[in-house]
Nanobody, 123 residues
Framework: QVQLVESGGGLAQAGGSLRLSCAAS????????MGWFRQAPGKEREFAAA????????WYADSVKGRFTISRDNVKNMVYLQMNSLKPEDTAVYYC????????????????WGQGTQVTVSS
């Protein structure tokens, strides 16, 4: 069975930092593009960041570019999202996702999803 489990969410102050982790099992981790999406109340789930299979290339939504960094460890089967300079607008449930394909910015490109972890940024 495939399992993606996020952790590291919580409460941060505006301007602060959080680091999210996602532990993957049940898949050959290195064969998947990994991404992070987020969903705020009343809004659609939106792309935040993704990283290619080897970990050498990453890409970001404009809203988080320069503030967030995605990384992965293919030995530990982990993907991370370092979030710096947090803003109240970053408040959302953050989801880890795995794509067997190109793994772009669309929800439909990702096959497996974690349960989500809440990130709340206070002003």
């Amino acid at each position: 069975q495939v399992q993606l489990v996020e952790s590291g969410g919580g409460l941060a102050q505006a301007g602060g930092s959080l680091r999210l982790s996602c532990a993957a099992s049940g898949i050959t981790f290195r064969n998947y593009v990994m991404g992070w999406f987020r969903q705020a109340p009343g809004k659609e789930r939106e792309f935040a960041a993704a990283i290619n299979r080897s970990g050498g290339v990453s890409w970001y939504a404009d809203s988080v570019k320069g503030r967030f960094t995605i990384s992965r460890d293919n030995v530990k089967n982990m993907v991370y999202l370092q979030m710096n300079s947090l803003k109240p607008e970053d408040t959302a449930v953050y989801y880890c996702a795995a794509s067997p394909g190109a793994g772009g910015s669309l929800v439909t490109e990702y096959r497996y999803w974690g349960q989500g972890t809440q990130v709340t940024v206070s002003s």
